[in-house]
């Protein structure tokens, strides 16, 4: 059997599967990004999970497309986690802009997106990516993720620029209070997971025009910082995944209509389209060996 997974900083999907491509299950847990798990820690949170756990020696093969999985270093760290419980199996780890190549690769040539916790694109030709500029994470950069918008939301609030009826509506579902805020951003682990999570509340609003001006100035944002600096972007379909390009979906359409970029897929998690590759793709070169 085999093992296909995403994550995410927040959460992490994986798809059981044989070699044929027939699904055998769906599971779900916790974001196993390096940068802030360790490989102690990635093995205990898969082993939490009994039915992965429970299934470890069945396992013959790992594919794991990963948040912060972006250099040797840091793979090594998922690897060596997962083969704590997996230790029969062969594990492959890579970023999860790959992973998200993969998803929305229909054949074309393309630029692929990842608007969730955190956000980063890459070129895709069919066999190898290309980052044309990194991903800053939180602090620096992810423009147009979860965490991106979860400050401007915290920022507006403190600041007193929120619209009073937003500003009643925050305060009822969240009641923040500055220091702790401020001891969870600055003095506590997951900090960008902690300020994605105001996309719950930004998201029940997302047809207040004051949101809708915060969504499409940061498509707009993202797309001339990692979109249009691919040579190749007046001629590709530029697709995006994850749960903040869906949630934002008209948003984005408006972005890449001002911006004249030609918006292809928009997929809200990707480990279905994940399945499909390695399927079409990679499954029938692992029969031929």
């Known amino acids: 059997m085999i093992l296909i997974a995403d994550s995410g900083s927040t959460k992490c999907d994986w798809a059981l599967t044989d070699v044929k491509g027939t699904r055998l299950g769906n599971f779900e847990t916790i974001g196993l990004n390096p940068y802030h798990r360790n490989e102690a820690s990635i093995g205990k949170e898969v082993a939490q999970n009994s039915s992965l756990e429970g299934m470890a020696n069945d396992i013959q093969q790992i594919f794991f497309y990963g948040a912060g999985c972006s250099s040797e270093k ?18 492959y780890v890579d970023h999860d802009q790959k992973g998200s190549a993969y998803t929305v690769y229909d054949g074309e040539p393309c630029i692929a997106c990842i608007l969730g916790t955190g956000s980063n694109s890459c070129f895709f030709d069919g ?11 939180y602090i620096l950069g992810d423009e147009a993720s979860g965490s991106y918008f979860g400050k401007i939301l915290l920022r507006e609030y403190f600041y007193k620029k929120l619209p009073t009826d937003l500003r009643s509506a925050f305060e009822e579902t969240c009641e923040p209070e500055i220091t702790q805020v401020l001891h969870r951003v600055y003095k506590m682990p997951d900090a960008n997971v902690y300020l994605a999570d105001f996309m719950k509340f930004i998201v029940r609003f997302s047809s207040h025009p004051h949101i809708i001006s915060w969504a499409v100035k940061g498509m707009l944002e993202f797309i001339d910082i990692h979109v249009k600096c691919y040579p190749e972007w007046k001629t590709v379909p530029v697709h995006f995944v994850g749960s903040v390009a869906f949630y934002f979906e008209q948003a984005l359409q408006t972005a890449a209509k001002q911006s004249g970029i030609r918006l292809g897929r928009i997929v809200r998690k990707p480990i279905d389209g994940l399945v499909n590759y390695h399927v079409k793709y990679m499954f029938p070169e692992m029969l031929k060996a």
């Open 74 to 91: 840091m793979c090594s760290v998922v690897q060596r986690g997962l083969a704590t419980v997996f230790t029969k199996a062969m594990i």
């Open 127 to 137: 066999k190898n990516t290309r980052e044309e500029v990194p991903s800053l994470a």
